[in-house]
Structures are given as structure tokens and as C-alpha cells.
Nanobody, 124 residues
Framework: QVQLVESGGGLVQPGGSLTLSCVASARTFSDYALGWFRQAPGKEREFVAAISWTGRNLYLTESVRGRFTISRNDAEKAIYLSMNALKLEDTAVYYC?????????????????WGQGTRVTVSS
């Protein structure tokens, strides 16, 4: 069982930056691939980014490539989503997720473990 706790959400202006954090309670953090999903108001949840067990492989959805980066710190049992050049359409609740399995792309089969989410609002 893995518990995930996100933080770092908030209100930011278009073009601004924000970094989300997710801390995991996993016994062996390196057993898990981790990632971020988001759900905008009135829309379905969508994949944002994922990082492999070793941290060597990353995958980001096309709409955030070049603006967002994902990283992990195994010593801290944490992952991060650094978001730059934020747009109005990035407004959503962002969820951290983890699973022992990952397909190397957009996690077609949803991960097993989820955090409670942190809200990001991009507004002028």
C-alpha cells in the first residue's frame, strides 16, 4: 500500500511557474513508477507526466512538453512537477499517482495508488 500526499498548488498568473510535490509513504520507493494526472472543471481526468522507477525514463503529454518537467528524489521519497509558462487551460486539480507497473507512456491502465489532489488555478 502506498499513500501519496501532494502539495504546492495555488493561484498563479498566466505565464507564471509553480512546482508541485508529492511525498510517498512506500516502504521501497524505487519499486514504483510515479506520475501526475489532472482534472479540469467539467472534464475527464487526463494524464500529464510519468517517471520510471529509476528516473531515467520520462513521458509527458504533448500539451505540456517544453513547459513541464517531472523528477523524483528517492532519498526524499518524492516526485515533483515543475510547471512553467502556465496557461489558463492548465487550471485543474493535479493528482499524484503510483504503480509498480507502467507502460512507458500515458498509463493507459490507470495507476493503483492516488493522492487527494492539489488545486492549480491559472488566472489573471
Amino acid at each position: 500500500q502506498v499513500q501519496l500526499v501532494e502539495s504546492g498548488g495555488g493561484l498563479v498568473q498566466p505565464g507564471g511557474s509553480l512546482t508541485l510535490s508529492c511525498v510517498a509513504s512506500a516502504r521501497t520507493f524505487s519499486d514504483y513508477a510515479l506520475g501526475w494526472f489532472r482534472q479540469a472543471p467539467g472534464k475527464e481526468r487526463e494524464f500529464v507526466a510519468a517517471i520510471s522507477w529509476t528516473g531515467r525514463n520520462l513521458y509527458l503529454t504533448e500539451s505540456v512538453r517544453g513547459r513541464f518537467t517531472i523528477s523524483r528524489n528517492d532519498a526524499e521519497k518524492a516526485i515533483y512537477l515543475s510547471m512553467n509558462a502556465l496557461k489558463l487551460e492548465d487550471t485543474a486539480v493535479y493528482y499524484c499517482a503510483a504503480d509498480e507497473e507502467w507502460d512507458g507512456s500515458n498509463w493507459y491502465r490507470p495507476p493503483k495508488y492516488w493522492g487527494q489532489g492539489t488545486r492549480v488555478t491559472v488566472s489573471s
